[in-house]
């Protein structure tokens, strides 16, 4: 082998396989060898011009290349191998030469210069790279890319660069060899790890999960190049025996190296020093994991202060929207829990999403994989969690069957707002073993209840001390978040309160079954005096805190209750009268409301005019009450002689016997010595009586004297209908349906003298049924008053059905005069529902009060079925502008005024006045409308959106504008808010429209059209 020219070394006996002269081999390092026909018995290697002695110790192949394996005597491993697919090999055994070109000076020169490069790379990496972004790194640098085995010559080239495999993530970590860490013999000097860094809310890091209690504890850590140097820096340094400490110089506090498990090391704190089994052992926190444990004094090393520098790294966190289904984690959902994000097979970190942080509880966070996966829906999905902190909602109270319950007032606001609990063995008993058993719960589950600051969630129920010693717990739920406080009602007492975050704690579901014990209710009779000061003061002094049994007079959302004090014997007191004692006169005064708002009362009595007089319930009524039952306990005890009235004054009040009790009655007329004529003042009705029966007020009674009348006078809006007049069967009818001992709901319609009201059946709280609407379309009730003329006159504007004047039937000479013509209705109040029935343009829309629509839909279908009859055609000679017919229109019979008429060509123009467009229609088309279709007013109104103006500076809306807003708006429903009145007749309202049919939020048309830029 002397003669072997520089640089070549020979390879000999490859057994059973014959190789063709000239293929490309590669040598493990990076190097190119050639096959050549050379034989020689034995061989030597050549590296860097000197021999080395190889002996082969065994040849491989497989479908992808051929191996020759050996140890050289310089200890060096070395693999020389074919890459491709199979060879030909035939022949007997035979031997082969190799010539190998150990370097060219071609390779010399790639191979240096790509060693320079990665010392560059690495030069700034002292802390390591990971290997899956040296190509990045290399391509932003030198803008190529490295060659594709570029980690397996570094793996040759340990002077510029150590590759390391860390066992816990699978990566590869290059670090320059210069900065390879020397490890310290001994501790130098006491070390301090400084506590972990928080992220922040809306963070997102990539972490491993290092230790699970369950999902509401659990520890992370940040896969950071730092902290993975710090491992392998770790790892290096626990080769060393020497550095261990001795037993004498371990205590609490300190900061070392701990062993974890296998051959993983970690940065501790000693926590515990006890003894096990005669030796001595130390309880160790690791502070990058999480974790604790106890080891012996051969699992410790010291800590030098270079690995110091770096902070905790576990961070505790908790999972969002993630709550056990029990009482607290069951070992199957944190084994779920822990095979989701700790299995070894899973991906090498997860995604974190931070939402919130607590410096007592850490984190709170999404946690996913990198497929997405959400760790907190999974384990809500396959039923190991829940996504609020409280199970399914207790099932409702149930109200007793009787009329009289037993309670205690526990909340008290106004009048109309006070809460009462039920007071009996399945209510208030188990109530408090339950705020009991919640304290108990609390002190024995410590922290594990806590929730993280800031992460209450609105709606949801928890619990909290009712008191600082916590003896006893409520539930409550969290209504709305003020920061590090919450705004809470107490479910079970009914008051509302604002607390600590720190004060709620989880409320596990098992002890959420019994219902809400919170009754809303308010006082009969007190509705009206809701802000009144003395009233209110009152009512606090003489219920909060107190049981009463509370008469039920009505079952709404809010019960309204009379309460009753039975606890002295044979004597039972109204606590609703006795609060409404304190009142002044002006506050028992009583006044209509304004227009469009209304008042609860009784229909005591209707005057044959139609004049109603309605009693509101309120504190004047039951004083009224209170006092008459006074006066006539008096009255009927005292001889005649002592109060009988001889010479009676007109205009004078006295007490006069109704029935069973005295009533308040002013003398109207003295129609003899014997008789007079009086108004019950206080109830509405007159009569003619005896003297006799007439009493004097006494002075001890002044208070009768000075109650104001409690009987308030009104007219029923719109009745009788058109020019119909009363009969008996009418106000039978209005006293049939309004009964003197039901309750009615008034709402004033207008502020006449005296007002116009609309009275409503109390059907429930939001189903409201017309009095009004039901008798003026029994027509037949009233007494039909006919007139001579043709015209019609106007019709109310206001809510409520208004009837026109009848008209004569159309003829040949119809009078061509005409009055002005009824107006449409429009809504009565802002936020009112209508239904669009034709747009012409943003500026001119047409629509009806939603709440008539029905109304009109039965006329409608009245007029259909009346026009299948054959109806008298009018003349062209006939028609008169401004006057009311019906119109044939695609099919369907429609009330219509005529806007203009020409004869020449037998068309007239209509205006369709329940729907607000126009059309021209042949003159064949129109018929006679009888009085019956003329007296529901026109339904439709004209309205514009406020504000908007069509874009450029034409004055005209474009048709893509057009045709936008009717496709929002036409034949549909909507909230329309008044912003400005019409004028007149010709101008139109200015409406703002809303449409919450799809979500809670509010659609605002204008706004649409504007951020569409149809409009401006």
């Avoid at 034995?42 to 082969?56: G, I």
Wanted: proline share 5%.
């Amino acid at each position: 082998m002397k003669d072997v020219p520089p640089r070549y070394a020979a390879l000999a006996k490859e057994p059973d396989i014959r190789a063709a002269e000239g293929k490309p081999w590669r040598i493990s390092d990076g190097r190119t060898v050639t096959v050549n026909n050379s034989i020689k018995d034995d061989w030597k290697l050549l590296v860097d011009d000197q021999y080395l002695d190889r002996s082969w110790n065994e040849m491989t192949r497989d479908n992808s290349k051929t191996v020759v394996t050996g140890q050289s005597s310089g200890g060096h491993n070395r693999q020389v191998y074919k890459h491709g697919g199979d060879r030909n090999v035939s022949g007997d055994c035979c031997t082969l030469s190799v010539r190998v070109n150990v370097k060219s000076s071609q390779d010399d020169a790639e191979n240096e210069m790509l060693r320079e490069r990665i010392k560059k790379i690495m030069e700034k990496k002292s802390n390591g790279l990971f290997s899956t972004r040296l190509a990045k790194e290399y391509e932003e640098q030198f803008n190529e890319s490295p060659p594709s085995d570029i980690i397996e010559r570094l793996s040759s080239w340990p002077d510029i660069v150590t590759v390391e495999t860390i066992s816990l993530t699978g990566q590869k970590i290059l670090y320059p060899t210069a900065n390879s860490f020397t490890p310290l013999p001994q501790q130098t000097a006491v070390c301090t790890i400084s506590h972990v860094i928080l992220p922040k809310p809306g963070d997102r890091l990539r972490v491993k999960v290092t230790t699970v209690c369950d999902c509401s504890k659990f520890y992370v850590c940040k896969m950071s190049a730092p902290f993975v140097s710090l491992m392998k820096r770790i790892m290096e340094l626990t080769k060393h025996k020497d550095n261990m400490p001795k037993v004498g110089d371990i205590d609490i506090g300190m900061f070392c190296i701990a062993k974890l498990h296998d051959d993983d090391w970690g940065r501790a704190e000693i926590i515990q020093i006890a003894r096990r089994q005669g030796e001595v052992c130390y309880g160790v926190y690791y502070v990058d994991y999480g974790k604790t444990d106890t080891v012996p004094v051969m699992s410790i090393r010291y800590i030098p202060s270079s690995l110091c520098t770096l902070p905790a790294q576990a961070m505790r966190c908790s999972l969002s929207d993630c709550y056990p289904s029990g009482e607290c984690w069951q070992e199957d959902s944190i084994s779920e829990f822990k095979s989701l994000v700790m299995n070894p097979s899973a991906a090498l970190y997860l995604v974190m999403d931070v939402i919130n942080v607590d410096c007592d509880h850490g984190c709170h966070v999404k946690l996913c994989t990198l497929n997405n996966l959400d760790i907190a829906s999974k384990l809500v999905e396959e039923g190991f969690a829940l996504t609020t902190p409280i199970g399914p909602e207790p099932p409702d109270l149930q109200y007793p069957d009787c009329q009289d319950w037993d309670v205690l007032v526990c909340y008290v606001n106004t009048t109309t707002d006070i809460v009462v609990r039920l007071v009996g063995e399945e209510t208030s008993a188990k109530l408090e073993d339950l705020e009991c058993t919640l304290a108990t719960v609390a002190k024995q589950s410590s922290r594990d209840l806590d929730i993280v600051s800031n992460l209450a969630t609105v709606g949801c129920v928890y619990m909290t001390p009712s008191d600082e010693d916590g003896e006893v717990y409520n539930r409550v739920r969290v209504k709305s978040l003020h920061g590090d406080k919450v705004e809470v009602e107490f479910l079970d007492h009914g008051d509302i309160d604002i607390i600590e975050v720190q004060q709620l704690k989880m409320l596990p579901p098992k002890y959420n079954q019994l219902p809400y014990q919170a009754i809303p209710a308010k006082l009969t009779g007190l509705e009206s005096f809701e802000n009144n000061i003395s009233i209110k003061k009152n009512l606090i002094e003489l219920t909060l805190g107190k049981t009463f049994v509370a008469a039920v007079n009505n079952r709404g959302t809010r019960v309204s209750l009379t309460l009753w004090d039975t606890s002295d014997e044979g004597v039972d007191k109204n606590i609703n009268e006795m609060v409404a004692m304190v009142l002044d006169i002006e506050e028992l005064t009583l006044t209509f409301p304004e227009v469009g708002e209304t008042v609860e009362g009784c229909v005591h009595y209707i005057s044959e005019t139609g004049h109603v007089f309605f009693q509101v319930l309120g504190p004047g009524l039951k004083t009224l009450e209170h006092m008459t039952a006074v006066v006539t306990e008096t009255y009927d005890n005292l001889s005649i002689a002592d109060t009988c009235v001889t010479c009676p004054v007109q205009g004078q009040l006295y007490c006069a016997k109704c029935m069973e009790s005295w009533c308040r009655v002013e003398v109207l007329d003295v129609l003899s010595e014997q008789s007079v004529q009086v108004l019950f003042v206080d109830f509405g009705n007159q009569d003619v009586i005896d003297v006799s029966q007439l009493r004097v007020i006494a002075a001890k009674d002044s208070k009768i004297k000075d109650l104001p009348y409690q009987a308030l006078e009104c007219m029923l809006h719109g009745l009788p209908p058109g020019q119909y007049s009363w009969t008996d069967e009418a106000l039978d009818r209005v006293v049939e349906l309004a009964p003197e001992d039901e309750v009615r709901i008034l709402k004033v319609i207008a502020s006449s003298t005296p007002p116009q009201v609309e009275l409503y059946l109390c059907a429930n709280d939001t189903n409201l049924v017309s009095i009004n609407e039901i008798i003026s379309n029994e027509t037949y009730l009233f007494q039909e008053e006919v007139k001579e003329t043709s015209a019609v006159s106007d019709i109310s504007n206001t809510s409520g059905i208004s009837i026109g004047t009848d008209i004569v039937e159309p003829s040949g000479d119809v009078d061509q005069s005409r009055t002005q013509l009824p107006a449409p209705q429009i809504p009565p109040d802002s936020g009112d529902y209508i239904y669009v029935t034709w747009v012409e343009d943003p500026r001119n829309i047409w629509a009806v009060v939603y709440s008539q629509y029905p109304i009109m839909c039965e006329m409608m279908d009245k007029m259909q079925d009346f026009y299948k009859k054959e109806t008298p055609v009018v003349d062209v000679s006939d028609v008169v502008e401004d006057e009311l017919y019906a119109a044939l229109y695609d099919y369907t019979w429609y009330r219509v005024v005529i806007k203009s008429v020409s004869p020449e060509a037998n068309q007239v123009k209509v205006h369709f006045v329940d729907y607000g467009d126009n059309a021209s229609l042949d003159i064949s088309m129109l018929h006679v409308l009888p009085n019956s279709f003329r007296r529901l007013p026109f339904q439709a109104f004209r309205c514009k959106l406020e504000g908007l103006s069509p874009v450029g500076d034409e004055d005209t809306w474009p048709k893509d504008a057009v045709d936008r807003i009717r496709e929002l708006i036409q034949e549909k429903v909507f909230t329309a808010w008044i912003l400005n009145t019409a004028k007149d007749s010709t101008d139109a309202l200015s409406v703002t429209l809303a449409d919450f049919s799809e979500s809670s939020k509010k659609c605002f048309i204008h706004k649409i059209l504007l951020e569409e830029g149809l409009a401006k």
